[in-house]
C-alpha cells in the first residue's frame, strides 16, 4: 500500500519480524548463490529532468533464486551485511559495474556515469580502496565517472576514518552522493566536513508531491541548499510526469524513478541507449 498505484508487489509472508531458522536458511542459500553465481545487476538510468537523456545508472544488486525467485536486496543485503559477504559481494559489483559502464559508453558514444551503492560495512573495510583501484584500473575507466552511494549513517559511524577514506577516493577522481538524503538524523554540518558532490532526495519525499506542501518545502529546501554548495541533486523515486515537472520547475536537474526508467538488466539498458543515440 506504501508504495501507491495498481502495482503487484510481491512480499515474502515473513518479511517483517521474520523468524530466525527463515534468516539462517536464506543466509545458507546465500553463500550457495555465490557459488552458484545468483547474482546480478541491474540498472536504472539517472536521467536529465529537462531533457531525459540518460547521464547515467544506479546500479542495483538482484539475486535470482531458483525456487524463492528474485529475492529483493532490503532482504539479503542485511544479512550480507551481517555477516559480511556484502565485501565480497560489494568489490564484483564495483567492479562488474565498472565494466558494464564501458559497454554502455560504446553503445551510446558519449559519455556516461555509473553510481555504485557502498554499504556501511564496506566502505570501513580495510581493502576498500583496493577493491576501488582495482575496479577502475581493470574497467580503464576515469575515476571521475564514478559515483559511489553511501549513507549519511556510514559517514558518521567514525568520522575521522571517514574523512581519511572520502579523501583518498577523491584522489581518485570519484564522486560521493549521500543516498536517502535527508532521512538520517545527522546534522548538516558533515557537508561541510566532507567533500561531497551529490544528494539524493528519498524518495519518501518524491512520493506525494505536488500535493503535499511539506514534502515541497523540503524538497525546495535541500535543492536550494545544493545550489549554495555547489552540489548536484537527484530526485529519486519519481514516479509521474507531475513529481517530474515540480521538480524540473523548481531546478532539480536529474531524475531517477520508474517514470524514466525502472532498473533494467544490462542489455535491456543497451537497448535503450541505442534507441537514444539513433532517435
Ligand atoms: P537505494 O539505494 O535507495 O535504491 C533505490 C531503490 O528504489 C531501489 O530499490 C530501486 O529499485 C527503487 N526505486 C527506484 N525508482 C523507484 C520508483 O520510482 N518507485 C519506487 N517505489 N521505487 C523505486 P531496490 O533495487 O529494491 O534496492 C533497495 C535498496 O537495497 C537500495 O536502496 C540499497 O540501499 C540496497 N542495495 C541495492 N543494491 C545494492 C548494492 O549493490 N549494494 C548495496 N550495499 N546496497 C544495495
Ligand atoms: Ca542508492
Ligand atoms: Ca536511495
Ligand atoms: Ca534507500
Redesign the pocket.
Known sequence: KE?GKARCVVYSPRQEGSAPEHDISLEAAMFQAVREGEFLL?Y?PIVDAHTREILGF????RWKHPTLGMV???RF?PIAETNGL?NLL?AW?LKAACVQLKQFEEVAKRSLYIS????PR?FRNDKFLDVLDDAIAYSGLDGAQLVL?ITEGTLMIDPVHAEAILSKMTERKARIAI??FGTGYSSLAYLKRFPISVLKID?TFIRDLPASQKDGAICNAVLDLAKHLDLSVVA????TEEQLHYLEQRGCQRI????TG??MPANVAMAALKESTYA
Do not use: F, H, W
Not at 58 to 61: A, G, R, V
Not at 116 to 119: A, E, G, K, L, P
Open positions: 508504495t541491474y536504472q544506479e546500479t542495483l544488486m529483493p536486496p532490503v543485503i556484502i560489494g559489483a555504485v551503492n557502498i554499504s564496506q552511494e543516498d536517502d524518495r529519486e523515486g519519481v514516479e531517477q524513478g520508474y517514470l525502472k532498473p
